[in-house]
């Protein structure tokens, strides 16, 4: 199985300023025949589901704001909020999607400063 | 619109069994990959199943040989039969879509409560 290792676990960011968060692969989720990393990136606030951030490591789903963003390749993966907004305040979760079982990191607890 | 809503969760037994449905709206899931994902309470996101569009199951090993994922094409909606249940698989539980297609939509879950 690919293990998703997150960190940190907990991250707390001023308003405005810049959030990163690191997602780590056990094994290459490069599907060589696309060129595509299959790695998603989720926002869940308490009391509702997952919400889509971004997939294909780096696309953006449609309706997200373009202060977030990822990036990363071989194993190691980020998701980065370039203004943090006190809406953004949630836990994020990456999920590999190329291997069964589509495993998902920890979380990642942002919170405001 | 596109639209997955679960149903079918409630209070069981340990023991006990369920059947969870995905009803599927604005998505042919017979023409996507639908996994079944869960979550504990005050827990991460823990991947449960997956169906291909091919039909080719898949279970995490810890609901492997217990749960059984299914489809109903004519009624574009995804089943999850959850059998032998204990406390452990007390979650909300969630159907969605592999995001490889156009089709990328989460449902709201349903809630499964294991107890006696």
């Known amino acids: 199985d690919i293990v998703m290792t997150q960190s940190p676990d907990s991250l707390a960011v001023s308003l405005g300023e810049r959030a990163t968060i690191n997602c780590k692969s056990s094994q290459s989720v490069l599907y060589s025949s696309n060129n595509k990393y299959y790695l998603a990136w989720f926002q869940q606030k308490p009391g509702q589901p997952p919400k889509l951030l971004i997939y294909w490591a780096s696309t953006r789903e449609s309706g997200v704001p373009d202060r977030f963003s990822g990036g990363g390749s071989g194993t190691d993966f980020t998701l980065t909020i370039s203004s943090l907004q006190a809406e953004d305040v949630a836990v994020y979760y990456c999920q590999q999607y190329l291997s069964v079982p589509y495993t998902f990191g920890q979380g990642t607890k942002l919170e405001i400063k | 619109e596109v639209q997955l809503v679960e149903s079918g969760g409630g209070l069981v037994q340990p023991g006990g069994s369920l059947r969870l449905s995905c009803a599927a709206s604005g998505v042919n899931i017979n023409k996507n990959d639908v996994q079944w994902v869960r979550q504990a309470p005050g827990k991460g996101l823990e991947w449960v199943s997956l169906?291909?569009?091919?039909?080719?199951?898949h279970y995490a090993d810890s609901v492997k040989g217990r749960f059984i994922i299914s489809r109903d094409n004519s009624k574009n909606t995804l089943y999850l039969e959850i059998n032998s249940l204990s406390s452990e698989d007390t979650a909300v539980y969630y159907c969605?879509?592999?995001?490889?297609?156009?089709?990328?939509?989460w449902g709201q879950g349903t809630l499964v409560t294991v107890s006696s």
């Open positions: 969605a879509t592999r995001p490889v297609t156009n089709s990328r939509v």
């Open positions: 169906i291909f569009d091919s039909g080719s199951t």
